[in-house]
């Protein structure tokens, strides 16, 4: 399994995870994201919805509607009931369970990357597991681990 660590200190997460979104849906791809504080959530859902003045991006909060149904389902826990294979963590706080998808994408900001660097250091060495870095850039983003 892939665990992308994605430091967040140009764009905030509402624009970042946008665009991983919509790279996965494009590849008929589930994602599951996941972030403990409620107002995290409904940001990140009002975000999905006008991320783009073209479209939008299909997706819905855990316990509102049906949760198998949505390509990209916002959640407090990692629980995948849209059958997602990937997560996003959105709240900086690695969550063991993750293990369990295809990919992870494990974004921190600098209020966050103690816990970061230690999440990365957990990994480390564990069967199974491939661990990228990715750093934003004036030209986007580079992956440097």
Known sequence: MQVDFYHLTRSPIDRVLPQ????????????LVVASDE????????????????SFL????????????????IA????SANGARNIAIVDGEWRDAALGFDRAFHFFSEESIVAARAAWKGLAGRDGVERRY???TESGWEQAA
Do not use: C, F, K, M
Request: without cysteine.
């Open 20 to 31: 991983i979104a919509g790279r996965l849906l494009a590849q008929d791809a589930r994602l």
């Open 39 to 54: 107002s995290t959530r409904n940001r990140l859902d009002a975000s999905l919805w006008t991320w783009s003045a073209e």
């Open 134 to 136: 990715w750093r934003q």
């Open 76 to 79: 407090g826990d990692v629980t």
């Open 58 to 73: 299909p997706h819905g909060q855990a316990g509102r509607a049906d949760d198998s149904l949505q390509p990209v389902l």
